[in-house]
């Protein structure tokens, strides 16, 4: 943990609630951001997206879009997501005197794992209805924000991260109206759980710090969208920050093996910390061709650089039992400042659909997502992030003239640094220093969705 006699271990807690804006393995995302929200979208590597017209993640990605839905609709899919992360490095722990700041002994360990976590479905769910010939509504069941990864219990990086399971659901409802035949604007509202799971290792043998926290938060979207002709579109949308102000348990545990001056430090506390979740603007185009191609394209923008420095406040003051030889009656603060220097990140993406006929619809896209990871020094094992590839494939079957199912598959993987030079402090004179790279990052994902129009 942040420190192996903290009772809310504060760098594990802004892990976590950063990690509050993610939901299944790192590598799916820049950041924890996710882009799952259509099957159908995915087949083109979510190029146009809200802009195709063919599924309801309108609702999501830009709500004008929803003007394109005539009628009444339902949606609802699954994606199955998966991530392999093989580490290779060495980590070596120091212990420091805290009084006379000398080096009192260091150790380094074999820190080679895979940071692969169990395969996680991403769900969503949308229901649209046109009210009017100007006004529509939707709702959408989302997972926007998530992270996953996990290592075994005693690997050399364990004082760095040793699992995350972080999941969200965003309850988006949404209106949209249609001012001509040119112009559509739209407008919603979301309320966003959040709920995290992070385990750390704690600078001691066996023992671990483990946090469990959830949070509610509110936020909006706004989108518009013009329409040049009936077949071809562009989007603009925004989506808001969302304060997350997250409480929960904190439990420490494998302390009294160690020694029984350790042993009150067993058990479990009160934990919680406020973050914020990255605003983000997307611009998207679709144009269908002629009678049997369409081309689409997106650009996001995400302010991931909001997390340039994490803060953790009300995290209680440990005093040293006085029995410890120069330290005894001396107090601790424990609060933390964590310095990421992340950065804003980007994704474009092209892709298009081949109408092989009026029930088939084959679909494919390439795209390219940019890290907030700033350099080596702030990448996390429990976050290994780096920019990526898309590359993916899709089709859409009508099986009647009101249901349609869509299956994707996407291939990511990892370019550029893949680097970690991490280091953790412990304001009780330990300090674990992770190096080492990760080997090739991939994330496979297919999904499978079923839209039906009333």
């Known amino acids: 943990m942040q420190s192996a006699v903290s009772h809310r271990s504060p760098r594990l807690l802004s892990l976590v609630i950063a990690s509050l804006c993610a939901a299944s393995p790192a590598a799916h995302a820049a950041g924890f951001q996710l882009t799952e929200q259509s099957v159908a979208g995915m087949g083109r590597a979510h190029a146009g997206a809200g802009m195709a017209g063919d599924d309801l993640s309108a609702v999501f990605y830009n709500p004008a879009g929803m003007t394109l839905l005539q009628g009444s609709r339902v949606q609802g899919g699954l994606t199955y997501a998966e991530v392999d992360a093989p580490f290779s490095g060495s980590n070596a722990t120091t212990s420091v005197n805290p009084i006379t700041k000398q080096v009192m002994s260091v150790h380094t360990a074999d820190a080679s794992d895979n940071g692969r976590a169990p395969g996680v479905a991403i769900p969503n769910a949308y229901f649209t209805h046109q009210i009017s010939d100007k006004l529509y509504a939707g709702v959408g069941l989302t997972t926007p924000f ?73 936020g909006y979207d706004l989108g518009v969208m013009y329409s040049y002709s009936a ?67 997106t650009a996001r923008w995400t302010r991931w650089s909001r997390f340039d ?96 199912v869509d299956i994707s598959y996407a291939y990511l993987r990892a370019v550029g640094d893949r680097k970690i030079d991490n280091v953790s402090k412990s304001p009780f004179g330990t300090q674990s220093h992770l190096q080492g790279q990760y080997g090739s990052i991939t994330g496979h994902l297919l999904g499978m969705q079923m839209r039906y129009r009333f």
Not at 390 to 395: F, I, N, V
Request: glycine share 12%; net charge neutral.
């Open 309 to 404: 420095q994490l803060v953790i406040k009300g995290s209680p003051t440990f005093t040293y039992p006085a029995i410890v030889p120069g330290l005894g009656g001396r107090s601790v603060d424990t609060t933390t400042t964590i310095d990421n220097h992340w950065k804003n990140s980007w994704m474009f993406s092209v892709g298009g659909d081949y109408f092989y006929s009026d029930a088939l619809t084959l679909r494919s896209g390439l795209g390219y997502e940019t890290t907030p990871v700033a350099n080596a020094q702030h990448r996390n094992p429990l976050i290994p992030d780096a920019d990526r590839i898309w590359l993916s494939l899709g089709a859409g079957y009508k099986i009647s003239k009101q249901a349609t």
């Open 146 to 218: 998530g992270l996953g990864a996990r290592y075994s219990d005693s690997w050399g990086g364990r004082d760095s991260g040793i699992s995350s399971s972080i999941m969200t659901l965003d309850i988006n409802p949404s209106l949209a109206y249609k001012f001509d035949e040119h112009w559509s604007f739209g407008a919603g509202v979301s309320a966003q759980y959040a709920k995290a799971h992070l385990k750390k290792g704690a600078y001691l043998p066996g023992a671990t710090g483990e946090i469990k926290a959830d949070s509610w938060g509110f």
């Open 231 to 297: 077949d071809t579109r562009v989007g603009l949308s925004y989506r808001s920050k969302i304060d997350h102000h997250a409480k929960g348990d904190y439990t420490n545990n494998g302390f009294a093996n160690n020694s029984p001056l350790l042993a009150q430090l067993d058990g479990t506390y009160a934990g919680s910390a406020d973050v914020s979740t990255p605003e983000s603007l997307l611009l998207s185009g679709y144009s269908k061709l002629n009678s049997k191609f369409a081309v689409g394209a």
